[in-house]
């Protein structure tokens, strides 16, 4: 499984960017996908998780309400819209996929297998 995330920039607070990522594997595969951030200097944090089906989704509580992952199987690809970015939201974004079973989304960072290499997003206050 490859991942391929862009989408990241720069944007004021208050604005909104949408990250993308392009999941590349083997037909017939079943994953489930995450997004994950890590600004300098911290560690890296879940954000927001989707099932392979895309009928369940998980946020973190600080994006919950702003942020929305959604995907779309015909683009091979998994969005994550984010709104009223704030600055403390600055970080390398990453998603991640996991094998896994239909119906199932992960949301520690331990659980995925596969990364792709990260877009960053800059929120200037």
């Known amino acids: 499984v490859q991942l391929q995330a862009s989408g990241g920039g720069l944007v004021q607070t208050g604005g909104s960017l949408r990250l993308a990522c392009v999941v590349s594997?083997?037909?017939?595969?079943?994953?489930?996908v995450g997004w994950f951030r890590q600004a300098p200097g911290k560690e890296r944090e879940f954000v927001a998780a989707?099932?392979?089906?895309?009928?369940?989704?998980h946020y973190s509580d600080s994006v919950k309400g702003r942020f929305t992952i959604v995907r779309d199987f015909a683009q091979n690809s998994v969005y994550l819209q984010m709104n009223s970015l704030k600055p403390e939201e600055t970080a390398i974004y990453y998603c991640?996929?996991?094998?896994?079973?239909?119906?199932?989304?992960?949301?520690?960072?331990?659980?995925?297998?596969?990364w792709g290499q990260g877009t960053e997003v800059t929120v200037s206050s």
């Open positions: 989707i099932s392979w089906g895309g009928t369940k989704t």
């Open positions: 991640a996929a996991r094998l896994t079973v239909s119906g199932v989304y992960y949301y520690t960072s331990h659980e995925y297998d596969y």
């Open positions: 594997g083997r037909a017939g595969d079943m994953y489930a």
